[in-house]
């Protein structure tokens, strides 16, 4: 049942709600409902003021009016967190017997609450701020005071960055490493989808924020710069997209957005419609749509909701980590966020640089990213090293007698040569090359398209690969760049290796 206006305590002075409240966004609503739901940018907002029953049921029209200033002025996520709060408050408490809140209850309350929970209190404290602010019925004046006087620690920020957490922190240099080979060779086998793919790539090459990507259009995207410009978050603004931030997106990462966008288009996409769009990611739908054909955000998934997805997509292939006794490696779009600032920091980027690649509107929240000094990543990744190399897999491809045996058999872009250590072929690619913008044959021996032959001088790729590590040796980033194909090689080689001794036992056999 609908509460059309609101009780002022004993007094029964009745104040009206009015019959429609418009957000900062410009959507709108009745906020005499029971439930109110509007659209904020990317996303689905919801409120139901059902579930507040017994006691605290007669709270719900002053904590509507209490609602309202942010609903006008401040983003979707802020107000649900205000009525969260609350909610958490009153399912703690349970009952308030003397019909108003009071000093006494926020105290009992926060000694219930435990270490990762203290934060609540201040989000707490900023609604209750306005509630006595406005002079509504059921919070005393004393409250706020109570409040304003203690000390409200917020949640500890930057914590699983500056422990480097290994199931909310960053990717450790060999974690993300395993991640793209993984994600590589699950696309190229059929078992991840295109989007998937490119929001794994994206996410890792711009660090934002989910938000952004669920605001992303096709049209954000130049194919010839191969330039993304990425909608703005926490700016201030209307919405995600009053704001651009450009970066550069690395040539074969572009030219499968290219494809991408050529294939969506020949399905009727047009270029403002969404660049993850819900109809591929969700196929089944929303729950209910609350968007009008017309509306700048319309067939874009929520962030939630494309977070949600890419979460559970990602847990088919994410790669064992030893830190985490070689189990799957959870994905989170944070992790990535967080190894993204995390890597600016490690190649000596400035807190100035870091903050504007993040969309930062301060420094104060990148101290984190620099407190870790990059002598000591380098000790935790050379210790981690050793033990994740033997299931990073870093040969993914399939070796074979010769050219004759290759996928295409010597067709036109399918031999591939080191011309630097020799001028016979180390294999062919399965995919002839087409759409490839690595660095060949470096790359190709980590690629799941690479058919190394058996009779190949594969050894003299390994040492140059390893001489070109030891060039670099007093910076270890970029030793570390060819770190994988190293490992490749010697993977091509003991499997070489393998099988010429398989073939001398069985001729031994045969000659006995």
């Not at 594969?458 to 030793?479: C, F, I, Q």
Request: hydrophobic fraction near 40%.
């Amino acid at each position: 049942m609908s509460q059309t206006t609101e009780i002022h305590s004993s007094t029964a002075l009745v104040i009206p709600l009015s019959t429609r409240v418009f957000t900062r966004s410009g959507s709108s609503f009745d906020p005499r409902e029971d439930v109110w739901e509007w659209v904020d940018g990317p996303f689905n907002a919801r409120i139901d003021f059902s579930r507040y029953t017994g006691n605290f049921k007669a709270f719900v029209p002053a904590l509507k009016r209490a609602l309202l200033p942010f609903v006008k002025g401040h983003s979707s996520a802020h107000v649900l967190n205000l009525n969260q709060a609350f909610s958490h408050f009153t399912d703690a408490v349970q009952a308030c017997q003397e019909g108003t809140i009071g000093a006494q209850h926020i105290s009992n309350y926060a000694a219930k609450l435990g270490v990762h929970e203290i934060g609540r209190l201040g989000t707490l404290n900023g609604l209750l701020q306005k509630w006595v602010d406005l002079g509504l019925p059921g919070v005393e004046p004393e409250c706020a005071t109570y409040l304003l006087e203690r000390r409200k620690p917020g949640n500890k920020k930057g914590e699983a960055v500056r422990t480097r957490d290994p199931v909310a922190g960053p990717l450790s240099e060999e974690e993300y490493t395993a991640l793209h080979s993984a994600v590589n060779a699950a696309y190229g086998r059929g078992a991840l989808a295109l989007w998937t793919l490119l929001l794994v790539r994206l996410l890792l090459a711009c660090g934002g924020r989910i938000s952004q990507y669920a605001s992303l259009k096709l049209c954000d995207f130049e194919s010839s710069t191969s330039v993304l410009s990425l909608p703005q978050a926490k700016t201030g603004l209307e919405h995600t997209r009053s704001s651009f931030l450009p970066f550069d997106i690395s040539p074969q990462t572009g030219r499968l957005i290219t494809e991408y966008k050529r294939g969506l288009q020949a399905e009727g996409y047009a270029d403002n419609s969404a660049f993850f769009p819900q109809t591929l990611v969700m196929p089944r739908g929303p729950r209910k749509q609350l968007r009008a054909v017309d509306d700048l955000f319309y067939g874009h998934c929520t962030p939630e909701a494309l977070s949600g997805r890419f979460k559970i997509l990602m847990e088919d292939v994410a790669p064992p980590t030893s830190r985490l006794d070689f189990a799957p490696m959870p994905l989170t779009p944070k992790r990535f966020r967080y190894t993204f600032g995390t890597r600016l920091a490690e190649e000596g980027a400035s807190k100035v640089h870091i903050a504007e690649r993040l969309g930062h509107v301060d420094l104060q929240q990148v101290d984190v990213y620099v407190a870790a000094t990059p002598r000591i990543v380098g000790n935790i990744d050379r210790t981690m090293g050793p033990l994740l190399i033997p299931l990073a897999q870093a040969f993914k491809g399939q070796v074979v007698e010769d050219e004759q045996h290759a996928t295409h058999k010597g067709a036109s872009g399918s031999r591939i040569i080191d011309f630097r250590v020799s001028k016979d072929p180390v294999g062919s690619c399965a995919g002839k090359g087409k759409g490839c913008a690595l660095n060949k044959p470096v790359a190709c021996y980590a690629c799941f398209r690479f058919e190394p032959w058996l009779d190949a001088p594969h050894e003299k790729v390994l040492a140059r690969l390893e001489s070109e590590r030891e060039n670099w040796s007093t910076d270890d980033r970029m030793a570390a760049v060819n770190d994988e194909p190293i490992r490749a090689v010697k993977e091509v080689i003991a499997l070489c290796a393998q099988i010429w001794q398989q073939r001398s036992e069985q001729e031994s056999e045969t000659a006995s």
